[in-house]
């Protein structure tokens, strides 16, 4: 999972990025409401969820979620914010907010509420995934083979989600990386390549049969 956090402080969005991270998400983060609001619109599908603070420069927050909702952009969003009156309240749900959390605030419920909208997707995502033997459990982030606990490293646990999830389809090398890596990272290296053969070492081990294809010029693909 993918997040986009759009916040002017600069030490407050990388904090909560680092800790998104360490909690097994991608994140990126804007300073500005033009550059969140572009982000979005230029590749909606690269997040899975935006966290917006309302008093943002260039943009604020309540016009940029009003303008995702108004082009049928329907990314969940968690509004983050100083602003704690009703109306205030009220003007950032109106506008299309999935949620609002009022500044100062602990991490650990910022992360509950990230679970939260996660957990409410335009269709309904099961909490279990299963692929012959391999069983993989979104919420625990636990992954069986064979009846056999696999450990994965974070990134291998968002790069096998994925595919799991898109059993039997081909997905390309850069549509790993924009699921799993930040925006910041280098989109020309090896890490994709690494994080799958890695992946198969570990499957094959377990399964003793094959089921992460390479599709040589193309991706890769999980096999049902």
Not at 4 to 25: H, M, P, T, W
Request: charged share 30%; glycine share 6%.
């Amino acid at each position: 999972m993918k997040i986009l956090i759009v916040e002017d402080n600069e030490k407050l969005a990388s904090g909560i990025k680092r800790g998104l991270e360490q909690e097994g998400y991608a994140a990126d983060y804007v300073l500005d409401g033009e550059s969140g609001a572009r982000r979005v619109e230029l590749g909606m599908h690269d997040y899975d969820l935006v966290i917006l603070d309302i008093m943002l420069p260039k943009k604020d927050g309540v016009s940029v979620c009003n303008d995702w909702r108004k082009a049928n952009i329907t990314i969940p969003v968690l509004m983050l914010t100083a602003k704690d009156t009703t109306e205030d309240k009220i003007a950032g749900l109106d506008c299309g907010a999935d949620d609002y959390l009022i500044k100062p605030f602990s991490f650990d419920e910022l992360v509950a509420r990230v679970r939260a909208l996660l957990r409410r997707p335009k269709e309904v995502l099961p909490v279990e995934l299963k692929i012959q033997d391999l069983i993989l459990n979104t919420t625990t982030r636990k992954v069986t083979c064979a009846g056999k606990e696999m450990p994965l490293t974070l990134k291998e646990f968002m790069v096998l989600e994925y595919l799991m999830r898109h059993p039997n389809q081909v997905i390309t090398r850069d549509e790993l990386y924009d699921h799993a890596w930040d925006f910041a990272a280098n989109a020309f290296s090896n890490t994709v390549d690494v994080h799958i053969k890695n992946l198969r070492k570990k499957i094959d081990y377990n399964l003793h049969e094959k089921l992460l294809e390479t599709i040589r010029g193309v991706g890769y693909r999980l096999k049902t």
